[in-house]
Nanobody, 125 residues
């Protein structure tokens, strides 16, 4: 079993940067995918980015391409989400998730087995 734990959220001004961390306790299988999702007030949770432990392939939502970057630290069993050029519309609770996700299905949240509690990101002046 894997338990993702997010950290690094906070308040940042538009145009600023934040780095979110997700520590995955437990045994992370090489076939796992680590994903980031977000949920803004009054909206459904949506896909942000994902990375496959084996090989490191990545997938991004169109809304964050070129601004966000997902990376991993195998030794620490952790993944990170570097968020640059933040916009007010990036304000949301960000969730880390893990699961054995079929290639091509990384954006489908119902394919992830384990979820963190979320961390709040607020982009405001």
């Amino acid at each position: 079993q894997v338990q993702p734990v997010e950290s690094g959220g906070g308040l940042v001004q538009p145009g600023g940067s934040l780095r979110l961390s997700c520590a995955a306790s437990g045994r992370t299988a090489t076939s796992y995918v680590m994903g980031w999702f977000r949920q803004a007030p009054g909206k459904e949770r949506e896909f942000v980015a994902a990375m496959r432990w084996s090989g490191g392939s990545t997938v991004y939502a169109d809304s964050v391409k070129g601004r966000f970057a997902i990376s991993r630290d195998n030794a620490r069993n952790a993944v990170y989400l570097q968020m640059n050029s933040l916009k007010p519309e990036d304000t949301a609770v960000y969730y880390c998730a893990a699961g054995r996700v079929v290639p091509g299905w990384e954006a489908r949240q119902n394919t992830y087995d384990y979820w963190g509690q979320g961390t709040q990101v607020t982009v405001s002046s």
